[in-house]
Nanobody, 121 residues
Framework: QVQLVESGGGLVQAGGSLRLSCAAS????????MGWYRQAPGNQRELVAA???????NYADSVKGRFTISRDNARNTVYLQMNSLKPEDTAVYYC???????????????WGQGTQVTVSS
């Protein structure tokens, strides 16, 4: 079994910063892509940022230049540094990881439980 545990959410004023962390644990052989999604009330879940095991990154246009995704492969942890936060960034943020549990098998997609980020105006 694999678990993803997020931390770092909270309430911040517009223009402020937060750093989210997500640690994967359990029966892990390797992790390929890791990423962050978010879902605001009434909206579909959307990709915020993603990072490969080699460090290549991809961002939603709405967060480019403000958010930075990084990872520590030794700790199976992915981070999301969020700067210049806006009220429209308010959402539940979920981390995800493509985890290979058994060598030479297809990776499985795991999700964290979500952490609330609220940006006040």
């Amino acid at each position: 079994q694999v678990q993803l545990v997020e931390s770092g959410g909270g309430l911040v004023q517009a223009g402020g910063s937060l750093r989210l962390s997500c640690a994967a644990s359990g029966n892990i052989f390797s992790i390929n892509n890791m990423g962050w999604y978010r879902q605001a009330p009434g909206n579909q879940r959307e990709l915020v940022a993603a990072i490969t095991s080699g460090g290549s990154t991809n961002y939603a246009d709405s967060v480019k230049g403000r958010f930075t995704i990084s990872r520590d492969n030794a700790r199976n942890t992915v981070y999301l540094q969020m700067n210049s936060l806006k009220p429209e960034d308010t959402a539940v943020y979920y981390c995800t990881a493509d985890v290979t549990v058994v060598p030479r098998t297809f990776p499985l997609d795991y999700w964290g439980q979500g952490t609330q980020v609220t940006v006040s105006s």
